[in-house]
């Protein structure tokens, strides 16, 4: 079997965690199952990502677009991310993992917003992986609110409109202080970005796997990681 090099494994990966729905479906289960089955899966990545030493997780919990869906299984959703919050406090302790959220956080509800504030605050100093979790996230409206800051900091002239650069752009969104993803995962066969991390995949590898999330597991993605490895990345360079 063909080896992981530990030295050119992505710093940053980041998943559309995609098939909960269809892997339940296909099971004759409800959608809220298939959900719960997913956050299983989150927990063995999480883990595993943090085994092989990936330093930056990036998940794709709950779009901007996830709201229009029913409200129970809204609800659901957002009781599994309190359970999942409350369970893995101890293991990302434990572990130097340390939480961060991107989106309009705001929108969540009360319990939910409280949890994961209180959880990342208590790990904020962890050093091992960095875990972000993508909530009420959508990339048009990370860069409408980037726009919104920098043109707040010219209004009050703090800065100028030449020193808008790429970097100040980068900056000014919720990935601030990351580095770009590497790697970017979509799980059950769909062709689509749908609204990731729209800026900061420009060049980012991208890989594509048939297997729903909930069947998504470690051999999976050893196969995404020897794959983005034999890809010879040049950065717009010949
Ligand atoms: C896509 O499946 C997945 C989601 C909408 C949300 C992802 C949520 C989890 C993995 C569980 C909870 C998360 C955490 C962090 C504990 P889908 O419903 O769109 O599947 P379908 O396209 O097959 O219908």
């Known amino acids: 079997m063909t080896r992981i090099d530990p030295k050119q494994l992505p710093a940053h990966v980041a998943i559309i965690m995609d098939g909960n729905g269809r892997w339940a479906k296909r099971k004759g289960l409800s959608r809220i199952h298939g959900h719960q089955r997913g956050a299983d899966t989150v927990r063995k990545i999480v ?133 770009d993803p590497d790697l970017l995962i979509r799980t059950s066969g769909e062709y689509r970005v749908s609204n990731f991390l729209l800026w900061q995949i420009s060049y980012c590898e991208i890989f594509i796997t048939q297997t729903l999330w909930p069947d998504f597991g470690e051999d999976d993605f050893r196969e995404a990681l020897l794959d983005y490895q034999k890809r010879e990345r040049r950065f717009g360079a010949a």
Do not use: C
């Open 47 to 179: 883990t595993f990502s943090r085994e092989i030493g990936i330093r930056f997780l990036t998940l794709y919990a709950f779009s901007e677009e996830n709201w229009k869906r029913p409200a129970h299984e809204v609800k659901a959703l957002m009781k599994l991310l309190n359970r999942f919050l409350k369970a893995e406090l101890e293991e990302m302790q434990e572990n130097g993992i340390r939480l961060k959220t991107i989106g309009r956080v705001a929108k969540l509800p009360k319990s939910t917003r409280q949890i994961l504030l209180d959880t990342v605050e208590q790990t904020s100093s962890n050093t091992g992986m960095t875990l972000t979790l993508a909530l009420s996230y959508g990339g048009r409206q990370e860069i409408v609110d980037a726009i919104r800051k920098i043109t707040g900091q010219i209004r009050e002239n703090k800065i100028s409109p030449d020193q808008i650069d790429e970097e100040l752009v980068s900056n000014s969104l919720y990935t601030s202080g990351m580095p």
